[in-house]
DNA sequence: CCATGTGAATTGATTCACAGCG
DNA sequence: CGCTGTGAATCAATTCACATGG
C-alpha cells in the first residue's frame, strides 16, 4: 500500500513479490534481535512469531530468496542478516534528505532508526530563511535555494518531503529533476512523478480513519440484534426518497 | 499493509473488503478539495485522476458502499463527502490519546490533520515526571501514572504510541487493559494485542527500506547487459561451497 | 450517448499440506 | 524425526469489458 504510480513492470530481473518485499525489514529487525542476544538459528516458527506473521508466509517469502535454511535445524541468524540486508541493499550506504524542516521533519531528522541500517540523514533543506544554519540534529538546515546543489553534492537518490501539503508537489518535482527516485512523502497530497521514480506515502490521518472504521464497527456490533437503530452497511440505500442527506459535513 | 493480528473474521456485516476501506480515506481527501473549490459532480475517471487511482478500482470500490452515482453524469461531491464520511466513521468524534510526547509524539500533537476530521486529541501522556503539566500543543502532558484514569475518563477508544521500543509493548497491554481497542503505533515493534484489538504500525525505517531495495534494482539495471558483475537476484546461490558469506552485518 | 455499476477473467497473495533433506 | 521448501488449492484484489439506465 503505497506506491504512487510507478512499479516497474519492466526489467524486473527476478521478482520477488511487493508484499514480500514489505515484510523483508520486518524479518530482518527481529533477526538483528536475535543476533544481539548472541542466538546461532531460529526456526521458521520462532522467527516468524517474533515478526508477527505466520510461518508458512515466512517460510514461502524466504524461498523467494533463495534456500538458506537447513531443513530439520532451521536459519543461520547471522547468515540471513546478511542475506535480507543484501537484499534491500543495506550494505550500501544511502544518503537522504528531508525537506520540510517543520516540527515533523525535525522529529525525522532525529529519529534514531534513520541513521541505522544504511540511511544516512545527509542534508535538510527548509524554505524559511529565518531556520538557515540553524542546527536540528546537529545538522545546519539549509535553504530551498541550494536544493539542486545539495542533492548532487551528496549523490542522494532517496527524499524525505515532510512539508505543508501546499508546497509538497513542487518539492517532488523539484527533487525529482535533480536526479532523486525515490520518494518518502509525509505530505497529505497524491504526488504525481514520472515514471520510474518511486512514492511511498505516509499519512497519519489515512491511518486514524482506518482505524475509525473498524472501531465503528465494533460499536455496531455490540449492540447487534437490538433496535434497528444504526445501519450499519447502508448497502442500496440508493440516494432513496427519504430525505437522509445532511448534504455537508465538518471540514 | 499494517494489521497487527486482528481482523474480525467474526460478524463482518456486509464486507467491505480492507483493500477498499483503505482507500476511502484518499477518495475523501480528493472529495474534500473539490468540495472547497464548490464543484458539484465529478466522474469516477478525474476523481481517481485526483486520488491517484484508477477509475476502474475506484468504482468497484463505491459499488461497496451502494450506487451512489448517476450513470452519465457521475458522483455528487457532497453527497459522496458524506456517505465516505459516514462509513468511515468520522461523522463522530474520536478522542485519541498520544502516549510518548518525545520529538515525534510532540509533531503529533501539532499536527493539524490530526485534529481535522472527527479526531480529536484528548490528552498527551509520558512516562517523564519533569514534563508533566508542560503544555504541548497547547495541551497539558500527563504522567503515565494516570493512564487508566485519563483513558476512562475521555472515553478514549483510539491511542497512539510513540515512545521507544522497549516500552511500546507495555504502554500498549496498559491502554487494552484501560479499553483502548484501536493502536497506532509508530514504536519500531511487533506489539501483540488480544482478538478484537485492531493494531495498525506506522515505521519509517520500513518504509525507506522499501524504498531502498528498488532503488538498488534501478541502480542495477542501468548496468544490466554490461560485466557479469552485481548479480542482483542471487537466486539459488544455496549457501554453496563458495565461501562468499561476510558473515557479519553493520548493525 | 455517456459514465456508472458489475459479472467474468485475471492477476496476486496467502494458506494448506506434505515430500524430501539434513 | 523435525523443519524446510514448495507445488497445489484457496482466497483476495485488480482489471476488463459491456449491459444498463439516466
Redesign the interface.
Known sequence: ??T??TH?P?????G?PE?T??R???Y???L?ALS?RSVPTVSSEELAA???VNSAKLRKDFS?????GTRGVGYDV??L??QI????????D?P?VIVGI???G???A??G??A????RVAALIDADPAMAGKPVAGIPVQHTDDLEKIIDDNGV??GVIATPAGAAQQVCDRLVAAGV????NFA?T?L?VPD?V?V?K????????????????????EA?GESAAVP????????GPDGD???????
Open positions: 500500500m503505497a504512487g504510480r516497474r519492466a526489467t524486473r530481473s527476478r520477488i508484499a518485499v514489505a523483508l525489514p520486518l530482518l529487525r527481529a538483528t544481539e517474533a515478526a508477527g523467494y530468496l533463495g534456500s538458506y547471522e547468515y542478516v546478511y540486508s543484501r537484499e534491500l541493499g543495506l550494505t550500501q544511502w537522504v517543520g516540527n515533523l525535525a522529529a525525522l532525529n529519529y532508526g534513520f541505522s541500517r544504511g540511511f537518490s532517496i527516485t525515490s520518494i518518502l497529505p497524491v504525481s520510474g518511486d511511498r505516509v499519512d497519519l490521518s489515512i491511518e486514524l480513519q482506518i482505524l475509525a472504521f473498524h472501531e465503528q464497527r465494533k460499536a455496531g456490533e447487534a450499519l452497511a447502508p448497502k442500496d440505500s440508493g440516494k442527506v445532511p448534504a455537508v459535513m465538518p471540514a
